[in-house]
């Protein structure tokens, strides 16, 4: 059932003229993506932050805090050039960050990689890394924005976001049908939201909380269009509403 489910996605977004890069991993035990004549049903995820005080942050960083968690910038968010980096120095800073200041958790997936003002050998100014909640058993989605995001430049991680979400229980009484692919990105183009002559090069459906308000949120169903590094659009699976959504050096 689960794969029928994946197959159907698949098609909805080849009529849309869109590439699927998914983060798939098929669930196991009780499927919960129910193919209809409308699209898959999609049920929603209760999910609880991680416990836990905040770590101090170094000095020079503003601090917001989230019920989820927080987010840090650097005062100074454009520090004094140095060589472009390669993506493996890069993230050689970010993750001996992560693990100094609140930690890597034992189920993290790398997600997305960005380069900023990439060179020609391949290198780049600064590179954004997003890593999230492994997807088990959760209909194989993964998710938006709640994870952890570092913004690494000039050797320095000048943003660090964390707002770790783990899932807890899939709300199978509560599915809806989410709408086509095509469809939601006709209603951004609609909207001015999307230029009509753009193709989306990425489109997923993940799962997104909407609020960080709260230590116990509900996970919804978010398709998610990307249009070049970090260029990107978010619309409710279920409404078809934009979400308000960017990447930090968007």
């Known amino acids: 059932m689960a794969r029928k489910g994946l197959l159907l996605t698949l098609f909805l977004l080849a009529a849309a003229g869109c590439q699927l890069s998914p983060h798939f991993t098929p669930a196991e035990g009780h499927p919960a993506v129910v193919p209809t004549a409308w699209g898959p049903v999609v049920p929603p995820v209760r999910a609880e932050a991680e416990a836990g005080i905040p770590p101090e942050p170094p000095a020079g960083y503003e601090v ?7 987010l840090w910038r650097l005062t100074d968010p454009h520090p ?23 930690g890597l958790p034992a189920n993290t997936v790398l997600a997305r990689v960005f380069r900023i003002d990439p060179t020609s050998d391949g290198r780049a100014a600064a590179y954004c890394f997003y890593l999230t909640p492994r997807p088990l058993n959760i209909n194989g989605f993964g998710f938006l924005e709640d994870g952890i995001t570092v913004l690494v430049r000039g050797r320095k991680v000048v943003y660090y976001r964390r707002c770790w979400y ?27 939201l999307w230029p009509a002559e753009t193709p989306p090069t990425r489109v997923n459906l993940l799962y997104h909380a909407g609020t960080h308000a709260a230590a116990t949120v509900i996970l919804k169903p978010v398709w998610y269009f990307e249009a070049g590094p970090g260029g990107c659009a ?17």
Not at 84 to 102: K, M, Q
């Open 166 to 192: 783990n899932p807890r229980e899939i709300l199978n009484n509560e599915a809806r049908p989410v709408i086509p692919a095509r469809e939601a990105l006709a209603g951004l183009r609609a909207r001015g």
């Open 234 to 250: 978010v619309v409710d699976a279920w409404t078809g509403e934009p979400v308000r959504f960017s990447w930090p050096h968007a």
């Open 64 to 70: 917001t805090l989230f019920a989820c968690g927080f």
């Open 80 to 102: 004094p050039q140095s060589e472009p980096l390669t993506r493996a120095e890069a993230w050689e800073v970010a993750r001996e960050f992560v693990r100094r200041y609140g």
